[in-house]
């Protein structure tokens, strides 16, 4: 098998490029240039290059910053300006990573793009089927669910089965060093990681000062800008009340934003478009495990497509989703069913019943 691993100088791709050597594969090395490439930049290819080097395999650097930006920089600028809370990296994944790096890999002559994500996959008759990771503190399948299965067709992820702690080790047996030993879980355009000087450097039209409202409507304040705030923030709001404040929801069309009690957060229903489904509806289980945040546990819900939109009802109640985010279908045994962008969720936990969803005992 021909692949070409894609290397950001951490020590995930790079130990992903030497299991995939050392287990007989024909590979080479390609790192994406996301960000325009400056001096620092340049040193670090250069890096990567020397291990690729070291391990006798060809290495290549790709320029994508033009259409990184175009993709995935500019949309993300957006969406906060709409009063979202996008999800850049699932984005990248599907446009950059696994669309035009994986192209250009193609171009090389490449027939597989392998990565360094904590996620497995697993050949079937209708296709590569996506699942969770070994790792469950490092598994990446939620930001891989946009990803269309003919990208997964030609992906490869050698830490399907491998444990974070154990990676260390591995590399030093291999004999390499990853030029950033430092790894980030930041945004990787966002300087500091400080999304809200990134926005207001960019030159957006951001939303300006706009009311506070409770759930009855009443005003209790002025916010600065939605795009300052996200769903379920407490801290920050400036205003004072009898019970701590959450931010329910960003009201782009009233510039408001809507806050209440901690108990007003609770919800049962979602709905998210731009619909990635891996698996065909009519083959999804009666109740699936549904997920809108990358560190929430999976719950059991009931999830349907309503013409190109996705409606989940959980059996309980959650934390109101984030619209921006991403909501994501797994059956019982971790494999990625579907996944979309959240649009909105339904006002306050009024709502709790479950509507006959049977939990398994297993999940419940």
Same mark, same amino acid.
């Given at each position: 098998m021909r692949v070409a691993v894609a290397l950001s100088g951490g020590a995930d791709s790079l130990l992903a490029l030497g299991l995939l050597r050392r287990a007989g594969h024909e590979v080479m090395g390609v790192h994406a240039h996301f960000l325009p490439p400056d001096a620092e930049k340049r040193d670090l290819a250069s890096a990567i290059a020397a291990q690729c080097d070291a391990l006798g395999v060809p290495f290549h650097a790709v320029d994508l910053s033009k259409a990184f930006h175009d993709r995935v920089v500019a949309p993300?600028?957006?969406? $906060?300006?709409?009063? *979202?809370?996008?999800? +850049? @990296?699932? &984005? @990248?994944? =599907? %446009?950059?990573?696994?669309?035009?790096? *994986?192209? #250009?890999?193609?171009? *090389?002559?490449? /027939?597989?793009?392998?990565?360094?994500? $904590?996620?497995?996959?697993?050949?079937?008759?209708?296709?590569p089927a996506l699942y969770r990771g070994a790792d469950a503190t490092r598994d990446q399948s939620y930001f891989l669910s946009l990803v269309p299965t003919s990208a997964l067709a030609q992906a490869v992820f050698p830490l399907a089965d491998r444990k974070k702690a154990d990676n260390p080790a591995a590399l030093a047996a291999l004999g390499l060093a990853p030029p950033l030993p430092k790894e980030s879980r930041e945004v990787c355009f966002v300087p500091g990681d400080d999304y809200r000087a990134f926005l207001q450097a960019s030159g957006a039209a951001l939303s300006g000062p706009g009311p506070i409202l409770l759930p009855d409507g009443s005003r209790l304040g002025t916010h600065r800008g939605l795009w300052r705030h996200t769903v379920g923030q407490r801290k920050g709001l400036g205003v004072g009340w009898r019970e701590p404040l959450y931010v329910l929801a960003k009201d782009a069309a009233r510039n408001a934003l809507r806050v209440?009690?901690?108990?007003?957060?609770?919800?049962? =229903? @979602?709905?998210?478009?731009?619909?990635?489904? *891996?698996? #065909? +509806?009519?083959?999804? !289980?009666?109740?699936?495990?549904?997920?809108? @945040? $990358?560190?929430?546990? +999976?719950?059991? #819900?009931? &999830?349907?497509? %309503?013409? /190109?939109?996705? &409606?989940?009802?959980? #059996? /309980? !109640?959650?934390?109101?989703?984030?619209?921006?985010q991403l909501a994501v279908l797994y059956d019982a045994a971790g494999r990625v069913l579907a996944g979309g962008v959240l649009e909105d969720a339904a006002p306050g936990a009024a709502d709790t019943a479950s509507g006959g969803l049977v939990i398994p005992a297993k999940l419940g």
């Open positions: 993300f600028i957006a969406a $906060y300006a709409q009063g *979202l809370t996008p999800n +850049p @990296c699932a &984005a @990248c994944n =599907r %446009d950059m990573k696994f669309g035009l790096l *994986l192209i #250009a890999a193609r171009g *090389l002559g490449a /027939e597989r793009l392998a990565t360094g994500h $904590y996620a497995r996959l697993e050949a079937t008759g209708n296709g209440g009690p901690k108990s007003d957060l609770a919800t049962t =229903r @979602c709905r998210a478009g731009r619909v990635n489904q *891996l698996v #065909a +509806p009519a083959d999804w !289980p009666e109740t699936v495990l549904a997920q809108t @945040c $990358y560190r929430m546990r +999976p719950r059991p #819900a009931r &999830a349907a497509m %309503d013409g /190109e939109t996705l &409606a989940i009802t959980f #059996a /309980e !109640p959650v934390t109101r989703p984030t619209s921006g």
